[in-house]
C-alpha cells in the first residue's frame, strides 16, 4: 500500500477514534434528551423542598423514618443521586453532598440549577463551640459564615500594615484577624514573645447574585437564613428529643432545638479547644462543621430561602465528660437532626400560601 495512503488511513482512524471519544465525554456530563424529559416531567410535580444532605449516616435515618415517603423517581447526574418523596404533603428532593465546602457548594448549585426548587433545608450533625449548649441539642442559627477564607499575614507585619490587595478590594482587615501569638506557651511572665506564624485576617466571600451584574462582584461574610423560615423553627424548641442511643448509653442532659446566633463552616475538622474558644468569643459561633456556609452562599446568590439545622455530636476540642464523642454519639445527634427536620417540614407544609424565592 502506498506510504501515502497509509498516513491518511492512519489519520482517519486516529481522528474517528477522538471524535468518538469526545462524543462519549459530552454524553457522560451533559444532560442528554431522556434526561431532559424526566427531569422535565418531574420538575411539572414541584415545586419541591431540597434537602441537602452530607453524608449517609446522616442521610439514612431519613431514608428508615416512616414519615418520609420515597417515590420511584431517582435521578443521577455529575456524581450526585438525587432521591424524590414526601414529607407530609410535601414534595422534597434529597441529595448527599460528601464531605467538605466544595462538594456542598457543587450538590447545591446542580439541585438549583437542574430541578423546581423553592426552598433549601440543609441538616446533619456538628461540632459544638457554644459552652451552653450540649451533645445531642439541636442548633437552628440565625447566620452562617465561612471562617476559613484567610489573608495570612507576612511575620513581622501587624494590624496597621495594609493587607496585599486591599486596595482594589480583595481582601479586608473590617472583620479581625487570630494572632498565634496570643497563644504562645511556656513564656515567663512580662517576658515578651512573638509567633512566626503572624496574623491570619478573616475575609468575606466574593459572590454574584443573579439578580446582580454579571462579573461584578459582592462581598457576604455572616448570610442570614430566611426569616420565615427562622420564624417557623422558633415552634421547634419544645420538640422532644432523643438522649439514648441504647438502655445504658444516655446523655446526662437532656437534649433541646436551639435557636442560636451564628453558625461556622470550614474544610477543617475543628478538635481544638483554644481555637473553639477564640471563635465563639470572637464571633458568637455554636455550631462548627464543614458545610453550611457553602448552602447558605449558594441559596444567596440564587435568592433561594434556606435553613440549616445541626444537631451537635461533640464539644470541639474536649472539655468535658461527654466531650470528643462524636464516633459514640453522632448516630444520637443524626437521628435528632432528622427529627427536627421533619417537624419543620410538616409545618412548612401547613401554611396554606405558596412559597416562593426570596
Known amino acids: 500500500?502506498?506510504?501515502?495512503?497509509?498516513?491518511?488511513?492512519?489519520?482517519?482512524?486516529?481522528?474517528?477514534?477522538?471524535?468518538?471519544?469526545?462524543?462519549?465525554?459530552?454524553?457522560?456530563?451533559?444532560?442528554?434528551?431522556?434526561?431532559?424529559?424526566?427531569?422535565?416531567?418531574?420538575?411539572?410535580?414541584?415545586?419541591?423542598?431540597?434537602?441537602?444532605?452530607?453524608?449517609?449516616?446522616?442521610?439514612?435515618?431519613?431514608?428508615?423514618?416512616?414519615?418520609?415517603?420515597?417515590?420511584?423517581?431517582?435521578?443521577?447526574?455529575?456524581?450526585?443521586?438525587?432521591?424524590?418523596?414526601?414529607?407530609?404533603?410535601?414534595?422534597?428532593?434529597?441529595v448527599m453532598t460528601g464531605l467538605s465546602m466544595i462538594n456542598a457548594a457543587i450538590t447545591t448549585q446542580l439541585l438549583l440549577s437542574i430541578f423546581n426548587i423553592k426552598g433549601v433545608v440543609h441538616y446533619g450533625i456538628a461540632g459544638n463551640a457554644n459552652p451552653s449548649l450540649h451533645i445531642g441539642d439541636v442548633a437552628i442559627p440565625h447566620y452562617w459564615a465561612h471562617l476559613a477564607l484567610w489573608s495570612w499575614q507576612r511575620y513581622g507585619q501587624g494590624p496597621n500594615d495594609t493587607l496585599p490587595l486591599e486596595q482594589n478590594g480583595d481582601y479586608t482587615r473590617k472583620v479581625g484577624f487570630l494572632k498565634f501569638a496570643d497563644f504562645t506557651t511556656n513564656v515567663s511572665l512580662g517576658s515578651s514573645f512573638d509567633n512566626v506564624l503572624n496574623n491570619i485576617w478573616y475575609q468575606p466571600e466574593e459572590i454574584f447574585p443573579v439578580d446582580g451584574i454579571p462579573e461584578e462582584r459582592q462581598h457576604a461574610l455572616w448570610v442570614p437564613v430566611d426569616s420565615d423560615y427562622y420564624q417557623i423553627a422558633t415552634k421547634l424548641e419544645k420538640l422532644k428529643l432523643d438522649a439514648c442511643i441504647n438502655s445504658t448509653t444516655c446523655l446526662s442532659t437532656t437534649p433541646k432545638v436551639k435557636l442560636v446566633e451564628r453558625g461556622a463552616s470550614a474544610s477543617i475538622y475543628l478538635d481544638n479547644a483554644a481555637y473553639r474558644t477564640f471563635i465563639y468569643n470572637k464571633f458568637q459561633v455554636s455550631p462548627v462543621e464543614m458545610e453550611s456556609a457553602s448552602v447558605a452562599l449558594i441559596c444567596l446568590q440564587q435568592r433561594v430561602p434556606f435553613i440549616v439545622i445541626r444537631a451537635l455530636s461533640d464539644l470541639a476540642g474536649g472539655g468535658s465528660a461527654e466531650s470528643n464523642e462524636a464516633d459514640t454519639f453522632a448516630p444520637l445527634a443524626a437521628t435528632n437532626s432528622v427529627k427536627v427536620v421533619i417537624e419543620f417540614i410538616k409545618l412548612l407544609s401547613s401554611r396554606s400560601p405558596k412559597w416562593s424565592p426570596m
Open 1 to 94: 500500500m502506498d506510504r501515502r495512503v497509509l498516513s491518511c488511513l492512519c489519520m482517519f482512524f486516529v481522528a474517528l477514534f477522538m471524535l468518538f471519544n469526545a462524543q462519549n465525554a459530552l454524553v457522560s456530563c451533559a444532560l442528554t434528551s431522556q434526561l431532559h424529559e424526566q427531569i422535565t416531567r418531574i420538575n411539572e410535580e414541584g415545586p419541591y423542598i431540597g434537602l441537602v444532605i452530607p453524608n449517609s449516616f446522616e442521610l439514612n435515618p431519613l431514608l428508615q423514618n416512616p414519615a418520609y415517603t420515597p417515590s420511584e423517581n431517582i435521578i443521577d447526574f455529575a456524581g450526585r443521586r438525587f432521591r424524590f418523596g414526601s414529607i407530609g404533603n410535601e414534595p422534597v428532593i434529597l
